[in-house]
T-cell receptor, first 115, second 116 residues
Framework: NAGVMQNPRHLVRRRGQEARLRCSPM?????VYWYRQLPEEGLKFMVY????????ESGMPKERFSAEFPKEGPSILRIQQVVRGDSAAYFC?????????????FGQGTRLTVV | AQTVTQSQPEMSVQEAETVTLSCTYD???????LFWYKQPPSRQMILVIR??????QNATENRFSVNFQKAAKSFSLKISDSQLGDTAMYFC?????????????FGTGTRLQVTL
């Protein structure tokens, strides 16, 4: 049973380009969370999605950031017109379909570098 | 809103010794979970131990145990017989059990160095 898969592991973008980060949750998981970790800081919640629905986006910046979790395929975190301050590690976590909150399995993260 | 505070940015312990990492939190929720995650240099977030707030008994996982004081909103992690492989960042996290507030709220972390 594969864990949470994130790709790419490393992504370099020039200022103004778009970044697309992908997350495939564990098998049987339909709840996906995205977190951002700035250097030397803890993880900060961005958005919580279920299949085809955004449940909580209270941590998402108002502009340039969007997320989706389609019926088929991985969850996508999209950052448009990236700036240097977007450089961070982005983690995805998934929880079971039952909504069991005792478990949250993390992917290995995508490190985004904006040059 | 929940907050999680880790007041020790860095800690050091000798191999085979015991170390305690501190964590306090603030919430108006009554039902919640508390977690300790380990993040080694590989960046992978690894669940170390979990405590359910309605359980009075402190959780234990092999060399890892917690001291959960619900009234004081304190949740410290004790690592016994420290090993070199325990060197990592450790994050305390909170998760409400109700409604849509199921996101994890993390502290800023404690960097633990285990030395020979």
């Amino acid at each position: 049973n594969a864990g949470v898969m994130q790709n790419p592991r490393h992504l370099v973008r020039r200022r103004g380009q778009e970044a697309r980060l992908r997350c495939s949750p564990m098998k049987g998981h339909s709840h996906v969370y995205w977190y951002r970790q700035l250097p030397e800081e803890g993880l900060k919640f961005m958005v919580y999605l279920q299949k085809e629905n955004i449940i909580d986006e209270s941590g998402m910046p108002k502009e340039r950031f969007s997320a989706e979790f389609p019926k088929e395929g991985p969850s996508i975190l999209r950052i448009q017109q990236v700036v240097r301050g977007d450089s961070a590690a982005y983690f995805c976590a998934s929880s079971p379909q039952t909504g069991d909150l005792r478990e949250a399995f993390f992917g290995q993260g995508t490190r985004l570098t904006v040059v | 809103a929940q907050t999680v505070t880790q007041s020790q940015p860095e800690m050091s312990v000798q191999e085979a010794e015991t170390v305690t990492l501190s964590c306090t939190y603030d919430t108006s929720e009554n039902n919640y979970y508390l977690f300790w995650y380990k993040q080694p240099p590989s960046r992978q977030m690894i669940l170390v131990i979990r405590q359910e707030a309605y359980k009075q008994q402190n959780a234990t996982e092999n060399r890892f145990s917690v001291n959960f004081q619900k009234a004081a909103k304190s949740f410290s992690l004790k690592i016994s017989d420290s090993q070199l492989g325990d060197t990592a960042m450790y994050f305390c996290a909170f998760r409400a059990r109700s409604g849509t507030a199921s996101k994890l709220t993390f502290g800023t972390g404690t960097r633990l160095q285990v030395t020979l």
